[in-house]
């Protein structure tokens, strides 16, 4: 008799990546749609058409280790792992993403500066150089937006778009109540009005881009952005951290004694979203 063994397996979270130029419908943004138009929209969606999507060596090894699986989607990526599973508390989640569509930037009013690569030679020592890229936004549950509560809580993994003028052309800020997208840089600024902040997602913006701790010294390197691991893709335009239980329980998928959290959010799994605003509506 041949015995059998079953392990049953739990998302531990999910990422959706909601590109609004596929979603939304007209001025109508997808978020305000009611929910059978949601899913017809999302039945026609594939973000692994626009982007790839991978764990970085330290993350697949942590997937690994605990027998877990990482999955793309249509609508961004998942991490499955037994029921059993024990997440090391201090464990980070790491993952990059990069653009496979070649008419990405066509449809895609990124909030951000080009992004440039940099290399910086360590002082005092020449052999050691530091590769760094230019205005990548990091996106995280350490720093992200919550919103909602019950059923209908979700975990924006942008950070809270900011009050202001702004800094750059496309950037997003909230005046007053309403979400403003600027179009014309200072001194003389223009922008254009998306409506009340509360009503749309929090899209990516210049605020996710990190500030550089350069090593001291050196010149050269970019006020914002990122250091290139030697696993990163150059070509990486987007950064994904999770954290297994943040501080204050934003998108925590582990309990205190790295169980599997057991309250869970929507579809049974704690799920986290980014989304992008389009450059322009589509209908």
Known sequence: MVEQLRTGYT??????????????????????????????????YDVRRILE?????ATAATIARL????????????????????????AEFGFSATAVDPHYADYTALTLRPQRTVDVVEPGDPEVVHRFKQNVPVLSNLTGVARGSGASARLFLSQRIPSGAGDGIEALVVSGATLRQLTKDPPNPASRSLGPAVSHPVYVHQGDVPAITAPPGSTGAPARGV?????TPPDVMMIIRLSPRPPDDKLAFAEKDGAVAQVHLEHGCRRGEWNWLPTRRRT
């Open 11 to 44: 998302r531990l979270f999910e990422v959706r990546v909601m590109h609004h130029f596929w979603l939304d419908e007209g001025a109508t943004a997808f978020s305000d749609l009611a929910p059978e138009r949601q899913q017809r929209r999302l039945s026609d």
């Open 53 to 57: 999507i991978r764990p970085d060596t």
């Open 67 to 90: 027998r877990g699986v990482f999955r793309s989607t249509s609508v961004g990526f998942l991490v499955a792992v037994p029921d059993t599973a024990h997440v090391l508390l201090d």
């Open 227 to 231: 250091e290139l691991a030697p696993d």
